[in-house]
């Protein structure tokens, strides 16, 4: 059974930072490509970043320079580390690997 739980979100002020985990069981991990989506009030689902099994990551313009994903194949976990936030990064998170997604982590930037 494919497990995928988020952890890490809250509230935090511009300019602030965060770091989201992604713990995930029930695959091969260390194979898989990672992904990160956020999907703002209102708006349509977006992917943030992607971390393949080998090779570089990707970003959203929106959130490139001051967004990195990271993962420990080990401990089976992605990271995104998050710095700079902005207002407009308030989402709730998800994990995404295949067609599997987690139950997504609210992270709110306010003041």
């Known amino acids: 059974q494919v497990q995928i739980v988020e952890s890490g979100g809250g509230l935090v002020q511009p300019g602030g930072s965060l770091r989201l985990s992604c713990a995930v069981s029930?695959?091969?991990?260390?194979?898989?490509?990672m992904r990160w989506y956020r999907q703002a009030p209102g708006k349509e689902r977006e992917l943030a970043a992607s971390i393949p099994m080998r090779g570089n990551a990707n970003y959203a313009d929106s959130v490139k320079g001051r967004f990195t994903i990271s993962r420990d194949n080990d401990k089976k976990t992605v990271y995104l580390q998050m710095n700079s936030l902005k207002p407009e990064d308030t989402a709730v998170y998800y994990c995404n690997t295949q067609d599997m997604w987690g139950q997504g982590t609210q992270v709110t930037v306010s003041s």
């Open positions: 029930g695959i091969i991990f260390r194979f898989s490509t």
